[in-house]
């Protein structure tokens, strides 16, 4: 085991999220993290949900997956995000979430996790580099350590080659284009990797 609590926190409205989110899960499990998979809340109307059919059976099929709390985030010593771009940008849902941590860091209770981030778009150059800068943003704000991929494995390049985290591109029938799976995996177990020489040396600081 490692000993790292991990947190793979996800917003999905068709599934690509969250199968990113499952597969780091995976990795983070082999690398020996005790792993919870979370999802942010929904915050969109029924009706907008209603009138896609791929959102709708997302819902539906995700109903039991758990919400990610603040408790979540004191538990976790890393924590895996992944988000679909919104204009470049994380989907309101999430920001709405990350705008709920102001009590938590203002308590320091938010310093010195390890993150990384993933993300998709439905164009290959739309959006997946920035959307997950604009979330390291607010990592920093937080104190937190970003454990980017950067170019660490061969994996990397055949998924697309984005350094600051894994993205895909999701075609209009909703497939992912590029084989990311295993850059999930390697992105997740260099998040555990990371997080066990921080915990480590924090608790020999005391
Ligand atoms: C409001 C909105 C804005 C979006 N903006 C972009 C965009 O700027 N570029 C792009 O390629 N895809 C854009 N998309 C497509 C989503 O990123 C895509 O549906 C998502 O990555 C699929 O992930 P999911 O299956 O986890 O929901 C947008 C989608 C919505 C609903």
Redesign the pocket.
Known sequence: MSNVNLAVI?????????Q?AQWAAEGAKEAGAEVKILKVPELAPQAAIESNP??KA?VEATKDVPEVSLDDLEWADAIIF?V?????NVPGQVKQFLDTTGGLWFHGKLANKVVSAM?????SH??QEQTILQLYTTMYHWGAIVAAPGYTDPVIFGAGGNPYGTSV??DTN?NMVEDVQGAVKHQAKRTVTVAQWVKSGLQQEG
């Open positions: 996800y917003y999905s409205s068709t599934g690509t999220n969250y990113l791929a959102w997302h992944s679909p771009t919104r204009f470049g993300s998709s778009a439905q164009n739309g959006g591109t999701v909703g």
